[in-house]
């Protein structure tokens, strides 16, 4: 257990260019006291002790405003910047080297049973103030931007931004299927055209007519 928690220091300074000395981030770093908290809750909670691990993750939301519950299972290395506001829920998977920012939340959708958190993969950066909501992948080495509301399964190596969150970029390239927002379909409109349509087809087949009668052909 001590060398995960220098490990944790020492993510900080990989993260962190603000970070000075190691008396600096063990005594003022909120991240960094809830991962060292969830790690005694969560033995506790494998334990089946679960008040006690609830009543030391709630003392560390208190302390840090950072509520992971103690059944999530968190990697190694994982920093959380300007943690306040973060939740993550009770069967949240989390991999190695993933970086959260201020505001995440990694829930569920309803009151489902069983698995109904997210698992995140390693390498993963998720942008202060996302949501990652359900019982999917997010996968290794993507990238969540900040507010993007994520709601289905993330491939490896992507970018997703928006909300509802879609795929901009994948393994290093735009994807060209994305939403286009000044583009989307008015019902309205499409009806008036059909419409329109119509009216000229209408036309058409009365001004046939007409030539015919013209022609001396009408009875």
Not at 36 to 59: C, P
Not at 85 to 103: A, H, K, L, M, P
Not at 131 to 137: E, I, R, T
Request: with cysteine.
């Amino acid at each position: 257990m001590f060398s995960q928690f220098r490990s944790d220091v020492k993510t900080v300074f990989e993260n962190d260019p603000a970070a000075r000395s190691r008396f600096e981030v063990i005594f003022t770093y909120s991240g960094v006291h809830a991962i060292w908290a969830h790690r005694v809750a969560h033995a506790l909670y494998k334990r089946k002790w679960f008040t006690l691990a609830r009543v030391i993750s709630q003392f560390s939301r208190f302390m840090t405003g950072i509520e992971i519950h103690p059944g999530a299972v968190i990697g190694c290395r994982m920093f959380i910047d300007h943690g306040m506001g973060v939740v993550i829920g009770e069967t949240c998977e989390i991999g190695d080297d993933v970086v959260i920012y201020q505001g995440v939340t990694l829930g569920g959708t309803g009151k489902e049973k069983g698995k109904r958190h997210p698992t995140i993969g390693s390498n993963v950066v998720i942008g202060s103030g996302a949501k990652v909501l359900g019982s999917f992948k997010v996968g290794d080495n993507s990238n969540i931007g900040s507010n993007a509301v994520v709601l289905r399964e993330v491939p490896e190596n992507s970018t997703v931004v928006g909300n509802p969150g879609r795929v901009v970029k994948r393994n290093g390239e735009r994807v060209n299927d994305r939403l286009d927002h000044a583009k989307l379909p008015d019902p309205v409109v499409e009806m008036f055209r059909d419409m329109q349509q119509e009216l000229e087809k209408l036309r058409l087949e009365v001004a046939d007519l007409k030539s015919v009668k013209d022609g001396g052909q009408w009875r």
